[in-house]
């Protein structure tokens, strides 16, 4: 065995277990600051403001950010954020318990940390191939277990326990998040040190990070990979927008209902992280994405149509599924792929695209909704996600990915385990 195939023990599970307990306390935080901001005012725009908050760092700073991260060490930027982050929650917490927490002081917390966020992803993103090497195969795996984990812990047990410590007092929650963060900040800062990426000529900021966005926009496969994240969140924010109100009105879903309606997607969520790699090595990585896009569209359609909560649950859970595999393939791709000097600003700008992307997909579905009917959105989602299957397939084919592959890996070290096609692998090679 290489030593390419051995380099995914080294230091992985610290990092899988800081951001396990990263993701709980982002679960935590998730429920309970909205919650938090209920208790301070009843205003609908007040609240829109605390949530808005915490993505408008991603429009604002999202290729910036990335090409910070490409100039820092990523593993420093990583501990130091997450230090950063738990410091930040005391000042909320410290306010809560003297009473004197405001709707401008949460939007402030909310937009810091996803400043923090921002900075983290990007460098966490960058860093996992230089901890285990550039092997698709490895990255797949990786990724798995990491979206795996989040989905987990920032969907099923995060918001319970948030609002379960929230009844504690309003400060509670918060500093459980940043006892989560500042043991991710212990547990990433033990992990082991990387050379920093290849210095570029010294160029301004800005010039590097629209060079960051010029090769996105440049290559046609990670544009693809691009696309699919941005022309989906149009789609999924116009379903989210109006789902509560659909599942009331159209399926006579309940409030406890609705939250277990949510599951069965976060379910499927989990099943689809899980089954990626195999997905991968079966169909290939370009056909699988293509495969999972498809029944994002499909399930989206069921959803659409259901005439009763039972089949509407089945539809999220298969739209779930989609999601999760896409969210470990599309990434490990990208990682395997792209040189490490660039890493941080590609995978902020197509984390940008799709952050920006979300506002449009509120706006379209509200207004599909006042202007038609509940079920409008949804089948507007549907067929807006299947067309971007079509238009996207050949941009992500697996002929195009094994080109990207065979470019990308190092003359005359080890080859890359080909994303493309491999299917035909010996089990023993994919374990």
Known sequence: ????????????????????VSSLGDGVSHAALPLIALTLTRDPMALAVVTAAGTLPWLLFGVLGGALVDRWDRRRTMWVTDAAR????????AAAALDALSIPLLASVAFLLGLGGLFFDTAATAYLPDLLGRDPAHLERANSRLRGAQTAMS?????????????LGRAVPLLADAMSFLLSALLVRTLPAMPPPVPEVRESLLRQARA?????????????LALRPAVGNVAFVAVETVLALFAHERLGIDTYGFGLLLTAEATGGLLGAGIASCLGRRLGTGTALTCTAAVEG?????????PNPYVAGLALAFCGAGMGATMVLAPSLRQAIVPPRLMGRVASTSRMLAMCAAPVGAFVGGWLATAYDLRTPLYSAAGLLLAMTAVTATMTSNRRVEAALRAAAPAGGPDHAVLGDRRTKNASDAS
Not at 156 to 167: C, K, M, Q, V
Request: no cysteine.
């Open 298 to 306: 499909l399930a989206v359609l069921g959803l659409a149509a259901a």
């Open 212 to 224: 960051g966005a010029s090769y996105v926009f440049g290559n046609r496969l990670l544009l693809g």
């Open 1 to 20: 065995m290489t030593v390419e195939k051995e380099r995914p023990a080294t230091g992985f599970g610290r990092l899988w277990t800081a951001q396990t």
């Open 155 to 167: 969907g099923f047990a995060g918001p319970p326990a948030g609002s379960a410590l929230l009844a």
């Open 86 to 93: 738990a410091a930040l929650l005391a000042i909320p917490a």
